[in-house]
């Protein structure tokens, strides 16, 4: 392609906080003139500039988005003598939650969180919360977690939908300086125990019933299975999450049950108890989130209060111009790092709004429909969400008011050409279209948008500030515009401090340091384009690898999923005659079925379009294909089904009874 899809507008650029923010470190020694900033061509340095200087760009952060709290003394960053010993700010003190709701002094009648879930649809109606009333209610929510002796490093878990009460219990939690874990109440027992068993939880919140695609879902059964498994001085908080009052006399018959709604917004003429925040160190634990498990036990990754937030008002503020008055919807669960990266918009001042459901409830315009009413700035959906919109001939640049929205950012899985085309000729044309890409591991991104910059089709567009990526061999030597592995070489404020009950860090140093002895392997397949965009081919552990050859499974995907006939597919390569080859997988189009024809054409297309050597030897029809809670299809457990091996953590997946279709399949020993 020649141009680009999107251009940002002078008076856009003029108006960004990324500019504003170049001037700065231009003035604190970056190699950025005035006439970078005129150009828009200043990224580079600054980029250059935060790697040489991480101290001082790490301060201008903290400056710029105005933290609160105390940085200490100067030096901000320690490098020590390996990435696993950088220190930053070891000498600061500040409370994540007092960030978070510091925008609402001033503010108290604006609207701080918007709700809908499909409830809402039904009865079209939204619930509301103002800064002043999330303020209450954590206040509320914070005495309460005194009264039952929840302290600095406690755990409070949660199995929530994405609604507001998990936010107030999140934010409380940090308050206290208690480390809040989530997942969602779409998991089962199994997979709910396998992480927070491992966490012993002091508190458990979890909800009555959920929704999702217009039935009802009771927890009453599942959480009496947790509680068993549980720590028996585990305290349990019940909050009401829909309509179905059955679901939640019953779950209130369960042992030391307590309501959660009641607890956190009693009567108006209770008088508010005072909030205080813990002044807490720049490394004080805030999140532990978990790795997807399908391979085996989930990892429990420990996230740091400080950087956790000055890695996402990096990203919100610089990477997505957000700012006070705009508003951040993002589909996602609380299984996933992205409802953590969302929430953390209250720290720029910005609305968020929660949508708990299914978004193809009713249909695939539901979340575009949520945007359009509620003037949505920056909403956050995924390459699945796209494709639907997409097969249902949705045109919503014609019917739907959009004109609020300025910035569509898109995680999970690559954004291929398919994606950024349909969201330039169809949703919104002048519209800032942010592929991002980062991690559980680190909750925030390696790669992301940059507002000031031109959109190419297929590119993420730059690496993250402060971020050192490299894309490197398998010998460890770096590479230009070749294919390889992502890596990070130089520490970052969100490593995790570590894995929970992982003593000398030796997981935690085998899952990201031990590849390439002391430097962070991500496990993504990766490339600089000719404009230091970035391409992402899969995940480095799916790679197909035939007769030394590579190929990302996502470049193999955007190939055949190019075929109209074909809905979606997974690829894995087979052990075969002491040799590997590929195996399709796909699911069909409503009404298409796969024939001898259709595989030819697979065959055929994706030896002209790739290697001759990656058309596939064997190619299935499946109805469905398995995917992890956060929608990434999962290669691993494909692969060990087909070997007759183990699929370790079914509990992990979204839809584990996917997994069937592709065992004992005869076709596999044919030649």
Not at 237 to 257: E, G, K, V
């Amino acid at each position: 392609m020649s141009h680009p899809l999107w251009t940002p507008s002078s008076d856009r650029r003029t108006a960004g906080a990324l500019r504003r923010f170049a001037t700065r470190a231009g003035e604190c020694g970056a190699a950025v003139t005035s006439a970078d900033i005129d150009t828009a061509a200043y990224y580079p340095a600054l980029h250059d500039w935060s790697l040489r200087e991480p101290g001082a760009f790490w301060e201008l952060v903290w400056d710029f988005c105005g933290v609160l709290g105390d940085k200490g003394k100067p030096p901000f960053f320690v490098a020590g003598d390996s990435m696993l010993q950088g220190r930053f700010f070891a000498d600061a003190h500040l409370n994540f939650a007092e960030n978070l709701l510091r925008h609402g002094i001033g503010r108290e009648k604006d609207i701080a969180i918007r709700f809908r879930d499909e409830e809402c649809i039904d009865n079209g109606e939204d619930s509301f919360l103002t800064w002043g009333e999330l303020t209450r209610r954590v206040a509320f929510t914070q005495k309460a977690l005194r009264d039952i002796g929840v302290k600095k490093g406690d755990r409070v878990a949660a199995i929530l939908p994405n609604m507001p009460a998990s936010v107030i219990l999140a934010l409380a939690s940090a308050s206290v300086g208690a480390i809040f874990s989530s997942c969602s109440p779409d998991y089962g027992a199994r997979g709910i125990l396998d992480r927070f068993s491992q966490i012993e939880p002091k508190l458990l919140v979890a909800a009555d019933a959920c929704r999702y695609n217009g039935k009802y879902f009771p927890q009453a059964e599942k959480l009496k299975q947790v509680l068993e498994s549980l720590p028996s001085e585990t305290r349990l908080w019940i909050q009401p999450a829909t309509s179905n009052t059955s679901a939640y006399d019953w779950a209130m018959q369960l042992p030391r049950a307590q309501c959660f709604s009641k607890i956190v917004s009693p009567d108006n003429e209770t008088k508010t108890p005072p909030l205080r925040f813990e002044p807490l160190p720049f490394d004080h634990p805030l999140y532990i989130v978990f790795s997807s498990g399908t391979t085996g036990a989930p990892k429990c990754m420990i996230h740091r209060a400080g950087g956790v937030l000055l890695q996402h008002l990096k990203e919100h503020q610089l990477h997505c111009d957000l700012k006070p008055g705009d508003s951040m919807c993002y589909f996602t669960t609380c299984s996933w790092m992205m409802w953590n990266w969302m929430i953390s918009s209250l720290a720029s001042g910005a609305q968020i709004q929660l949508f708990e459901g299914s978004p193809l409830y009713p249909d695939s315009a539901t979340l575009l429909d949520y945007a359009a009413d509620a003037r949505t700035t920056h909403l956050g959906v995924s390459p699945k969400l796209l494709d639907a919109m997409r097969n249902d001939k949705l045109a919503p640049n014609k019917t739907r008011d959009l004109n609020a929205l300025r910035c569509i950012l898109s995680a999970g899985s690559p954004l291929l050409d398919d994606h950024f085309n349909y969201v330039y000729e169809t949703i919104k044309a002048d519209v800032h279209l942010a592929s991002i890409s980062g991690g559980t591991e680190l909750i925030s991104c390696f790669v992301l948008g940059n507002p000031d910059a031109p959109v190419w089709s297929g590119e993420i567009q730059c690496k993250g500030l402060g971020m050192a990526v490299e894309m490197w061999s398998p010998e460890g030597k770096p590479l230009e515009r070749e294919k390889g592995e992502l890596v990070c070489v130089r520490p970052f404020p969100t490593m995790p401090v570590g894995f929970w009950n992982d003593p000398g860090d030796s997981r935690y140093r085998a899952a990201y340091f031990d590849h390439f002895p002391g430097i962070w392997r991500h496990g993504d397949f990766a490339a600089f384009t000719e404009r230091d965009g970035i391409v992402i081919f899969g995940r480095s552990d799916a790679l197909l690898n035939i007769a030394g050859i590579r190929v990302g499974t996502a470049e193999l995907y955007a190939v055949v999923e190019r075929i109209d006939a074909i809905t979606e597919a997974v690829a894995v390569a087979q052990e075969w005659k002491g040799d590997a080859r590929i195996i399709l997988f796909v699911r069909m189009a409503e009404g298409k079925t796969l024939d001898d024809a259709l595989r030819q054409r697979i065959r055929k297309t994706v030896a002209q379009e790739l290697n001759p050597r990656f058309a596939p030897a064997i190619v299935i029809q499946v109805n469905d294909i398995p995917r992890t809670k956060s929608g990434k299809i999962t290669e691993l457990a494909v692969r060990d089904i087909i070997h007759n091996r183990e699929v370790k953590n079914r509990g992990a997946l979204a839809n584990p009874e996917a997994l069937d279709a592709f065992a004992n399949l005869p076709q596999l020993s044919q030649e």
